[in-house]
């Protein structure tokens, strides 16, 4: 994949901004490679600033409570993982992968972990081929953690429900008085 500077990006963005040219026009004359890369680096800095057109220096690491807050928020608030990516400022792949963790494994699976290297080229003879599943054991604060999140889930469940019988006995009644 070929990477782009952070001043040609900030020139390419200007230009669209400053002109009536399209995202097809400006990826043309610029031979730039990605369909959908020119309206990525626009709405980017439309949302961030220009600021977010320069390189990552480092992968983010996001505490446990983080995570927590946004697949609660997802949960909660009837809004796509891709939503509450936008709102936390993080990428769609991070919430969907917390979600999914936290579907799998709970509070226990969104610890932070520790990067390891990539893959090594010498296999030891005697190490097993498939690696045992990895259940982690939470801690009391993450099994209360678990819990508040399983209860304000219910919480909401239990409000949609409440609103929904509120709109029908409603709808009841206004009936009943028609007759």
């Known amino acids: 994949?070929?990477?782009?500077?952070?001043?040609?990006?900030?020139?390419?963005?200007?230009?669209?901004?400053?002109?009536?040219?399209?995202?097809?026009?400006?990826?043309?004359?610029?031979?730039?490679?990605?369909?959908s890369l020119v309206s990525d680096w626009v709405h980017s800095v439309q949302r961030q600033g220009l600021g977010s057109l320069k390189p990552k220096q480092r992968i983010p690491r996001h505490s446990q409570d983080f995570k927590l807050n946004v697949v609660n928020y997802i949960q909660t608030?009837?809004?796509?993982?891709?939503?509450?990516?936008?709102?936390?400022?993080?990428s769609r792949s991070c919430a969907y992968r917390w979600m999914r963790i936290y579907q799998e494994q709970g509070v226990?699976?969104?610890?932070?972990?520790?990067?390891?290297?990539?893959?090594?080229?010498?296999?030891?003879?005697?190490?097993?081929?498939?690696?045992?599943?990895?259940?982690?054991?939470?801690?009391?604060?993450?099994?209360?953690?678990?819990?508040?999140?399983?209860?304000?889930?219910?919480?909401?469940?239990?409000?949609?429900d409440r609103d929904i019988l509120k709109a029908l006995a409603a709808i009841t009644e206004k009936q009943r008085k028609q007759k």
């Open 1 to 35: 994949m070929i990477q782009y500077s952070s001043e040609f990006k900030s020139k390419v963005v200007n230009e669209y901004l400053d002109t009536d040219i399209s995202f097809q026009a400006l990826r043309l004359k610029y031979h730039i490679g990605g369909h």
């Open 77 to 90: 608030n009837e809004v796509s993982c891709r939503q509450a990516a936008q709102r936390f400022g993080v």
């Open 108 to 160: 226990a699976g969104l610890r932070p972990t520790l990067r390891e290297g990539g893959p090594t080229l010498n296999k030891p003879e005697n190490k097993p081929e498939n690696k045992p599943e990895n259940h982690l054991t939470p801690t009391k604060e993450e099994q209360y953690q678990q819990e508040i999140s399983e209860l304000k889930h219910q919480l909401f469940e239990a409000k949609l």
